[in-house]
């Protein structure tokens, strides 16, 4: 079907910047929403950001200013920015992605999630 892979996660210190990237792969139609959640320990899901395939975005209030997500429709993937990190930002981010993908000749709608890729900051 479809696979989310992420690479960019790390340890940092506060202040600091990283750079996620997600490359969707498999038997793609076309893939609308895609977007970037994180999970700190304890804690629930919680949305980053998501960008539409027309580019339109939204942000968390919590990292607006500071993150900015683009996308790249021609490589199906996905990216976020991440800049003046806070520790507060420490949490494994997953990838999402909302698509529509080919299986036996039929059009399905699925929504994908990477495997996680854990980022920390350190103060």
């Known amino acids: 079907q479809v696979q989310l892979g992420e690479s960019g996660g790390g340890a940092v210190q506060a202040g600091g910047s990283l750079r996620l990237s997600c490359a969707a792969s498999?038997?793609?139609?076309?893939?609308?929403?895609m977007g970037w959640y994180r999970q700190a320990p304890g804690k629930q899901r919680e949305l980053v950001a998501t960008i539409s395939n027309g580019g339109t975005t939204n942000y968390a209030n919590s990292v607006k200013g500071r993150f900015t997500i683009s996308r790249d429709n021609a490589k199906n993937s996905v990216y976020l920015q991440m800049n003046s990190l806070k520790p507060e930002d420490t949490a494994v981010y997953y990838c999402n992605a909302a698509v529509t993908y080919l299986s036996d000749g039929h059009r399905y709608l699925g929504n994908f999630w990477g495997q996680g890729t854990q980022v920390t900051v350190s103060s």
């Open positions: 498999g038997s793609i139609f076309s893939i609308n929403i």
